[in-house]
């Protein structure tokens, strides 16, 4: 069920909550979201529709670079609002029209049940349509990363796997990353708190500094 608040308005999650749980039927069978992926990130994305051309691009880039989540310790989950039906058509479609097979469970969706809890229905960009969104969820169910994009313009799959892989990384190391941070690139220590932590990071070479508080390193 989606969220009302003391003031009527449907919430969205938001970065930080843990993700709203669900069972829902999909292309791989029923799941249940708090069983799904167990100690694994989770990259859960929605699609207007089957058959509809900017979403078979983006599916398909999912789909061909399936190998790099899963080194990742992700599983991809899709979502639309459509039949399974449509679903296994679709899919089927694709394979035999471009060879490119949708090896990861969609959600069908007919109910608007996951679309609504996830805020996907964006009414007025589309009332019978989820937008395309992006949750990142950790393997403790935590929602790290949403990303919401209008109907007519695909997402970037480059900068959906940096933002994952720099998620991972940060948690691992504590560190932040710099604008346009790649892989390999150095990262952000974590800024001074106290005068004492300020006059030690003054003195401290081992790290690239602009400043105490803005100093990078390599990992
Ligand atoms: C598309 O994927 O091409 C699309 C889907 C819904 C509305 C507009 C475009």
């Not at 859960?44 to 989540?69: I, L, N």
């Amino acid at each position: 069920m989606e969220t009302i608040n003391e003031n009527n308005i449907t919430t969205m999650p938001r970065i930080g909550d843990m993700a709203p749980d669900f069972k829902a039927k999909t292309t791989k069978g029923d799941i249940q979201l708090s069983d799904f992926a167990k100690d694994k990130w989770i990259v859960m994305f929605s699609h207007p529709a089957d058959f509809t051309p900017v979403c078979t691009t983006e599916m398909s880039g999912f789909a061909t670079r399936k190998g790099e989540f899963t080194a990742l310790n992700t599983e991809l989950l899709g979502l639309s609002i459509d039949s399974i039906h449509a679903h296994l058509g679709w899919v089927n479609n694709v394979r035999e029209k471009t060879g490119v097979y949708f090896d990861f469970p969609i959600i069908a969706d007919i109910d608007m049940k996951v679309s609504k809890l996830y805020g996907m229905l964006q009414p007025n960009e589309s009332e019978t349509a989820a937008v395309r969104a992006v949750f990142f969820i950790d393997p403790k169910k935590k929602i790290r990363l949403i990303m919401y994009y209008p109907l007519n313009v695909g997402r970037n799959m480059d900068e959906i796997l940096r933002a994952l892989e720099a998620l991972q990384i940060s948690d691992k190391h504590g560190v932040a990353m710099p604008l346009d941070w790649k892989k390999g690139d150095k990262v952000i220590v974590p800024p001074p708190k106290t005068l004492d932590e300020m006059n030690a990071r003054i003195n401290d070479d081992t790290c690239e500094k602009v400043d105490f508080y803005l100093a990078k390193k390599s990992l």
